[in-house]
């Protein structure tokens, strides 16, 4: 990676207006954390707004304003490939969203890049219809933290009521499933979205903090003892 395109990733992982360590920004970037401190003594010097010391953590104070952005073949071939996957295997709301932002980023292309041939394809015919229709109303669910209700059918048949609190949407290749806590079995459990009907968000809420994190150690945890 060129000097000039280091100095920018950090600009935009200082962005995210976080507090970031030396050696996170070093594992990120394949550099030593003594380039890193260089780096952020010169992003200093040269008038970006860093506040923070090595050992501590460095964050970007508020206000500033990165140059107009522009991306390589590679950027955007993976924000193109993204865009059509959200198009084909997100619901239709989320689609349009991302085929706004795609006609935006190409809008400011230069021909060169407009006119590469699309080579990276995201097929929509495998995934059925009932896979996806729920995804609005349970991404909605999932940013408010509001307890959601469903009938679900297992694999084996098996049927029952659920009031979950939901907490992430996650894509397989053909399935969607939902991560939730499970009010019934008072425990973590994943769902797939074309075994539910009757989805319905209740009025209550939940406290969302630390839950997917905790959702993702636990899904982690059975998978790695098999």
Request: charged content about 25%; overall charge neutral.
């Amino acid at each position: 990676m060129r000097r000039a395109d280091r100095l920018f990733q950090i600009v935009l992982l200082l962005g995210r207006r976080r507090a970031i360590t030396a050696r996170e920004l070093a594992e990120a970037l394949r550099v030593s954390e003594r380039t890193i401190y260089r780096d952020i003594a010169d992003l200093s010097l040269s008038g970006v707004p860093v506040e923070g010391a090595a050992g501590v953590g460095y964050l970007m104070r508020g206000g500033y304003q990165l140059p107009p952005l522009m991306f390589d073949p590679e950027e955007l071939a993976a924000l193109a490939l993204g865009s059509r996957m959200v198009q084909g295997w997100a619901d239709p709301e989320l689609g349009r969203a991302a085929e706004r932002a795609l006609l935006k980023i190409e809008a400011v292309l230069p021909p060169a890049l407009q006119d590469r041939p699309e080579v990276l394809l995201a097929p929509d015919f495998h995934v059925p219809a009932a896979m996806v229709a729920p995804l609005g109303l349970l991404r909605r669910a999932i940013g408010e933290s509001r307890k959601t209700a469903f009938a679900y059918t297992r694999a084996d048949g098996q049927a029952s009521h659920r009031t979950v609190w939901p907490l992430g949407l996650f894509f397989w290749g053909e399935t969607w499933t939902l991560g939730a806590w499970c009010e019934l079995r008072s425990e973590y459990r994943s769902f797939r979205l074309d075994r539910m009907t009757g989805l319905t968000l209740q009025e209550d809420r939940f406290i969302s903090g630390g839950l997917l994190e905790d959702f993702i150690r636990v899904v982690s945890a059975c998978a790695a003892s098999g």
